[in-house]
DNA sequence: CGCGAAATTGAAAACGATTTTCAGAAAAAT
DNA sequence: ATTTTTCTGAAAATCGTTTTCAATTTCGCG
């Protein structure tokens, strides 16, 4: 289904108001498909809609979040971030400590033996994070 | 080495001095041999050491994870975690989202997949975070 | 020992990201 | 159109963390 659709309805369901606020983010936020912080959301936003406030941003993401679009993330930089799910199946993340680039992998080994560890422990698991912190290639060359 | 040793000669090659806040915080960080928040164990040592300043215990605990005394953790939570780490081996967690119980496992098959998936794209990892969010089994039966 | 330079302490203030408040504006229901 | 409800944006509040600063403590040196 598409995303804005997806998102009216869940508005609608909770008794939420469509505005034009919530649309302007949100196509902002699926059209370039990266991981945003609420900061750099705003000030995206406001080069071309100065008006919108920066709570409302905030507000959004989390809404955004509430009903699946978007995934909030948190790389240790000491802000949340999110990334739009397209419906497209899980990831985890690779993480430059120098330049910031994010990169995404799947590997299934690793979520199947997560399975077994949790087995192991009797935890039922609900989500997992996985983050792999270093050094790009381009930064490790220039590292030396 | 015993980690007070270590800590001393820490304080000594870096110019620091020893004093005794630092010597008690060690002491009961060590002792109780879990998670602390800086919180908790402020609160901790408020029962036996009043005179001992939150900003005391923030400070030391960085000063642990300087030297290596101690691993910051984060849990989601929205605050800082130490434990001690008693020169022992990598571990990662298993964390129960109802009554925040914090297991540890090892899995060297998920280390090595994570160092393949690295150099697949050419990323130079010098750390990372693996945690399961879930149910415990006590937990999980209670909530049926 | 005692002195003095240098580091440490604790209370309080500053900080930065996030969240809430509140009065006016906008959207949906009637 | 009127009423009700939600939303917005600016500003304030919050929460964990970090810094400031004057008083205290440590420690090398005479
Ligand atoms: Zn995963
Ligand atoms: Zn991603
Ligand atoms: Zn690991
Ligand atoms: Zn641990």
New interface residues.
Partial sequence: MDQVQLFNDYLRCKGLKTTSQRLIILETFLDSDCHFSTEELYLKLRTEYPKIGYATVHRTLKLFAECGIAAER?F?DGQARYEPIHGEEHHDH?V??ECGLI?E?E?P??EK??ES??A??????????????????SC?ATAN
């Fill in positions: 948190n240790g690779l430059c400590t990169l992998f590997e080994q690793i033996l997560q560890v949790a192991a422990h009797n935890f039922t698991i609900d989500n997992h994070r996985l983050e792999l912190y270093g050094l790009c290639a490790a």
